[in-house]
């Protein structure tokens, strides 16, 4: 079993930049892949960013070039790194393995970005 709990959200102004990290308990977190999702209210959960257990990245389109997923196994957490943010940015951020596992999933960290 493993708990996800992310925290670093907030409010910012546009190409302001935010850290979101997840904390995870487990010890099977190394031998996950994990992402970032994120969540606007009316739509579906998306993939935004995704790191293997070597450090190998993948990026949705709309996070390339701003965005960057990286991970400590040796602290059991994972981070992304929000830079240029833009209002469409604004969602709840969550954390969790690739693919998501259903009772893996936190509370989210909420992400408000605007003048």
């Known amino acids: 079993q493993v708990q996800l709990v992310e925290s670093g959200g907030g409010f910012v102004q546009p190409g302001g930049s935010l850290r979101l990290s997840c904390s995870a308990s487990g010890s099977i977190f190394k031998s996950l892949r994990m992402a970032w999702y994120r969540q606007v209210p009316g739509k579906e959960r998306d993939l935004g960013a995704a790191?293997?257990?070597?450090?190998?990245?993948y990026y949705a389109a709309a996070m390339k070039g701003r965005f960057t997923i990286s991970r400590e196994n040796a602290e059991n957490a994972v981070y992304l790194q929000m830079n240029s943010l833009q209002p469409e940015d604004t969602a709840v951020y969550y954390c969790?393995?690739?693919?998501?596992?259903?009772?893996?999933w936190g509370q989210g960290t909420q992400v408000n970005v605007s003048y």
């Open positions: 969790n393995a690739l693919p998501p596992m259903l009772n893996f």
């Open positions: 790191i293997t257990q070597g450090g190998s990245t």
